[in-house]
Nanobody
Framework: HVQLVESGGGSVQAGESLRLSCVAS????????MGWFRQVPGKEREVVVT???????TYRDSVKGRFTISKDNAKNTLFLQMNSLKPEVTAVYYC???????????????????WGQGTQVTVS
């Protein structure tokens, strides 16, 4: 079992930046794909970006150029640098991984996905 704990959320003004962190503990497999997702009330959770073991990233079109994912495998930590924030990105952001590399990347319809508890990001 893997525990994911997000931090770094908060309330900021449009145009400002924020960096989210996710620390993983428990049964860690550094080859797992990881990612950031977000959810607003009344909508399905959606992918923001994922990063595979080889470093390949897949960003949601709307955040390209503004958000950057990175990870430190040695410290079991995932980051999401969010720049030039806009009100429409307001949501609860979740860190995610999968229970083993065989499950591929995390996703809302991937039963092997582990989710953190989320951290609120509010942009006004």
């Amino acid at each position: 079992h893997v525990q994911l704990v997000e931090s770094g959320g908060g309330s900021v003004q449009a145009g400002e930046s924020l960096r989210l962190s996710c620390v993983a503990s428990g049964r860690i497999d550094s080859t797992n794909c990881m990612g950031w997702f977000r959810q607003v009330p009344g909508k399905e959770r959606e992918v923001v970006v994922t990063i595979a073991y080889d470093g390949r990233t897949t960003y949601r079109d709307s955040v390209k150029g503004r958000f950057t994912i990175s990870k430190d495998n040695a410290k079991n930590t995932l980051f999401l640098q969010m720049n030039s924030l806009k009100p429409e990105v307001t949501a609860v952001y979740y860190c995610a991984t999968t229970r083993s590399p065989s499950y591929g990347c995390p996703g809302v319809r991937n039963s092997g996905t582990y989710w953190g508890q989320g951290t609120q990001v509010t942009v006004s």
